[in-house]
Every structure is written in C-alpha cells, then in structure tokens.
C-alpha cells in the first residue's frame, strides 16, 4: 500500500479537518463559504436544464453558450477581450489552477504567492512537481512589490489573488501594473485568481490581464453567485495555454457538470440584483467585525473586500477562541509568515458574528 512521494509531501487542508471537528453549539467561522443560498433563477435554470435532458458530456472546454456569456462577462466587467477558444469551464476555480499548474509547471520550477495565502497554491504547484515560495506581504497585508520583485526573476508563475484570501487585502491598479509589467519583462506567466473580485468595499477590482499579455484569469460563479457546491470555474488565458490544460482537463474530468454549465449560463445572463445584495450585506458585517475587535483594543488594517478578517491573535488567544466554541482558521495554515494571526470568515449572519464577537470577548 504505497503513497507516491509527491502525495505524501502535502498536507491533508487543514481548514477542513477544522471544519469537521467543530463540536455541537460551536460558531463556525472557519470556511470561506457564502451562506446565502444560490439565486432562485440560478436553481430554476438548473431544474429546466435536467428536464431538458441536458445531461450528457458537454464539448470538453464547456458549451458555447456558456463561453460566450463569460467573454461577455469579461468585456463588461473587466474590459477584457477574450474569445470563446481562449476559455475552458472547470469544476470551479480550483481545477482551473490545477489544470494551470500541471500544464505549465516542470519539475523544479518556482510557483510564487502571497505568505499568507490561499492554501491550494501550494498544494498545486507541489503536486505538478513546482517549488511554491512565499512572497512577504508588508504591514498593510498588501504584496510587497520590491520583495516579490527581488524574488521574480527565474520563477515560472505568480499568482496575484486580489482580492485575497485570508487577508481581504484588495491591490490597487499600481501595484497590479507594476507585478505585471515586471513579470512581463522577467518571462513570468502572472495567473490571476479574481473569485471574489465582486466582494470589495474599498477601492477598486483590477484585472491583471489588463496590464500584459501573458496572463491567465481564473475565476469562478462560486463565491460570486453562493454556488460553491455546483462546482463551477473557468480559466481565460492566452491561446498557446487553451489545448494544453485541455489536455489535462480531459483526463481528470471531461467537462464541467452539464447541470452547473445551464446554472452559470442563467447567472452571468441573468438578474444581477442578488449579488448586490450580498455585496451590501458582507459589507455591514465586515464593518460589525472590524469594529467589534477594534473595542477589544484589536486593530489591524480593514480588510478591503472577499469576507475575511485576518486578525492578529497569539497562539494562546486562538486557543482560548477555539475552546469557547469558535472555529476559527490560525494563520499558520496559510503560510509561514502569519503565526499570530488568525482568518475569521463573516459568511454568516450578523446574529451570528455578534455571538460569536461576545464569545472572543470572554476569551480574550
Ligand atoms: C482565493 C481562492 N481561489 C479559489 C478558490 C476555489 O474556488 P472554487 O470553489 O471555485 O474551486 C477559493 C476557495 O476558497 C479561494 O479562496
């Protein structure tokens, strides 16, 4: 009963194992999962897609339908031009970095985040044989230009995630232009992890394939629309990269669930007017969280977008928080740079964030 070595070599997630271990009465607060159900035209469209038979393999790269609402998404949104041949639907955005990965990555290539980051960078470029190496964020939680600057030369990827899990650190346009244009020049292909590009509440969303050519975007109707269960992403990239990840996709999974590919159409074509009211209302508990902490004395910079707060606790505090019934993610799962801090996810009711907020009260 052997483990290849490179399966071996990661980590079972950690915010998982959390996220089953939280005892009864417990606050979770621990996963990045909206807590608002999929849109009813969303679900309506899915229902008429299975009486439609629509349930068969659809084109590996998803249906046309669908690729071309998501070109239009990126034009009107993004002010990106993409075409239907540049893009492949996946099972969410976590395949479409998976498919990145195996496709670009060889044996030994450097695969470049932000410490603290999302877990699955590192995972991924492992699996596909790469070196991930953490970039430094500086004490705003934003990227820190010079340092990934020192560090970008000879590295194969770079992931920019604005707006960015765990920190809710949103990048400004300059900061997005300048990695760009520096990985431009330096031959780093910049894969840009927008999920939660419609979650922000200062500044503004940018998409780096405005600033360079070699740029692949990855997103996803997940986070945007309440669907992480549809499993439902895609990637938008240049042409060179489209056959192979096709490859790869082909594979590992075909296509995308015919179900979620009518589903995605529905929402990208459809009433936009629910995810403003998410955006409305992670906005008034962003607010409810950053405050609650900051009349305990705890500050740290206002996370800017998705619906995390990465807030600064020592390891004896997370304990304290964890053992009072709230699940919350320490910082040591997203990297090595953020021991003493810890994510709190606000995708849940405010009722629930007050309880939870009077709970690390007590504990602190
Ligand atoms: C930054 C980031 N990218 C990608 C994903 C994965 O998204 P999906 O559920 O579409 O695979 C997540 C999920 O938490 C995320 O936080």
Same mark, same amino acid.
């Given at each position: 009963?052997?483990?290849?070595?490179?399966?071996?070599?990661?980590?079972?997630?950690?915010?998982?194992?959390?996220?089953?271990?939280?005892?009864? *009465?417990?606050?979770?607060?621990?996963?990045?999962?909206?807590?608002?159900?999929?849109?009813?035209?969303?679900?309506?469209?899915?229902?008429?897609?299975?009486?439609?038979?629509? =349930?068969?393999? =659809?084109?590996?790269?998803?249906?046309?339908?669908?690729?071309?609402?998501?070109?239009?998404?990126?034009?009107? #949104?993004?002010?990106?031009?993409?075409?239907?041949?540049?893009?492949?639907?996946?099972?969410?955005?976590? #395949?479409?970095?998976?498919?990145?990965?195996?496709?670009?990555?060889?044996?030994?290539?450097?695969?470049?985040?932000?410490?603290?980051?999302?877990?699955?960078?590192?995972?991924?470029?492992?699996?596909?044989?790469?070196?991930?190496?953490?970039?430094?964020?500086?004490?705003?939680?934003?990227?820190?230009?010079?340092?990934?600057?020192?560090?970008?030369?000879?590295?194969?990827?770079?992931?920019?995630?604005?707006?960015?899990?765990?920190? *809710?650190?949103?990048?400004?346009? $300059?900061?997005?232009?300048?990695?760009?244009?520096?990985?431009?020049?330096?031959?780093?292909?910049?894969?840009?992890?927008?999920?939660?590009?419609?979650?922000?509440?200062?500044?503004?969303?940018?998409?780096?394939?405005?600033?360079?050519? !070699?740029?692949?975007?990855?997103?996803?109707?997940?986070?945007?629309?309440?669907?992480?269960?549809?499993?439902?992403?895609?990637?938008?990239?240049? $042409?060179?990269?489209? =056959?192979?990840?096709?490859?790869?996709?082909?594979?590992?999974?075909?296509?995308?669930?015919?179900?979620?590919?009518?589903?995605?159409?529905?929402?990208?074509?459809?009433?936009?007017?629910?995810?403003?009211?998410?955006?409305? $209302?992670?906005?008034?508990?962003?607010?409810?969280?950053?405050?609650?902490?900051?009349?305990? *004395?705890?500050?740290?910079?206002?996370?800017?977008?998705?619906?995390?707060?990465?807030?600064?606790? !020592?390891?004896?505090?997370?304990?304290?928080?964890?053992?009072?019934?709230?699940?919350?993610?320490?910082?040591?799962?997203?990297?090595?740079?953020?021991?003493?801090?810890?994510?709190?996810?606000?995708?849940?009711?405010?009722? =629930?964030?007050?309880?939870?907020?009077?709970?690390?009260?007590?504990?602190?």
């Amino acid at each position: 009963m052997k483990i290849a070595g490179r399966v071996q070599d990661i980590e079972v997630s950690g915010i998982r194992t959390l996220f089953e271990s939280a005892g009864p *009465g417990s606050i979770n607060l621990g996963l990045g999962q909206p807590d608002f159900d999929t849109p009813d035209h969303i679900r309506d469209a899915a229902i008429q897609a299975i009486r439609d038979g629509k =349930t068969g393999y =659809t084109n590996n790269t998803g249906i046309i339908e669908l690729r071309t609402a998501i070109c239009e998404k990126l034009k009107k #949104e993004n002010n990106l031009t993409y075409t239907p041949d540049q893009v492949i639907v996946t099972a969410g955005a976590s #395949e479409a970095l998976h498919l990145v990965m195996q496709s670009l990555v060889e044996t030994g290539d450097r695969v470049l985040f932000a410490d603290p980051g999302f877990v699955s960078y590192a995972a991924l470029a492992s699996l596909a044989g790469g070196r991930p190496e953490g970039v430094p964020l500086d004490a705003t939680l934003h990227l820190d230009v010079e340092k990934a600057k020192e560090i970008m030369g000879g590295a194969r990827l770079f992931v920019i995630n604005s707006p960015a899990n765990p920190t *809710g650190a949103v990048e400004g346009a $300059e900061t997005v232009r300048d990695l760009v244009e520096y990985a431009m020049d330096a031959g780093v292909t910049i894969v840009s992890d927008e999920v939660y590009e419609h979650f922000v509440y200062e500044r503004e969303h940018v998409s780096a394939a405005a600033f360079g050519d !070699d740029v692949i975007t990855v997103n996803a109707v997940s986070k945007t629309y309440a669907m992480t269960g549809w499993r439902l992403g895609y990637l938008a990239a240049p $042409e060179e990269y489209i =056959t192979p990840c096709v490859k790869v996709h082909q594979y590992c999974q075909a296509c995308a669930t015919s179900i979620s590919q009518y589903a995605a159409l529905a929402a990208y074509k459809g009433d936009q007017s629910p995810v403003a009211a998410m955006h409305h $209302e992670y906005k008034a508990r962003r607010d409810l969280i950053y405050h609650g902490f900051e009349s305990m *004395g705890i500050r740290f910079p206002i996370p800017e977008g998705a619906f995390y707060a990465f807030v600064p606790m !020592d390891q004896g505090l997370i304990s304290r928080v964890l053992s009072k019934g709230v699940v919350i993610v320490p910082g040591s799962a997203f990297g090595k740079n953020s021991p003493n801090f810890a994510r709190l996810s606000y995708a849940a009711p405010r009722s =629930t964030l007050d309880e939870a907020l009077a709970r690390i009260r007590s504990a602190l």
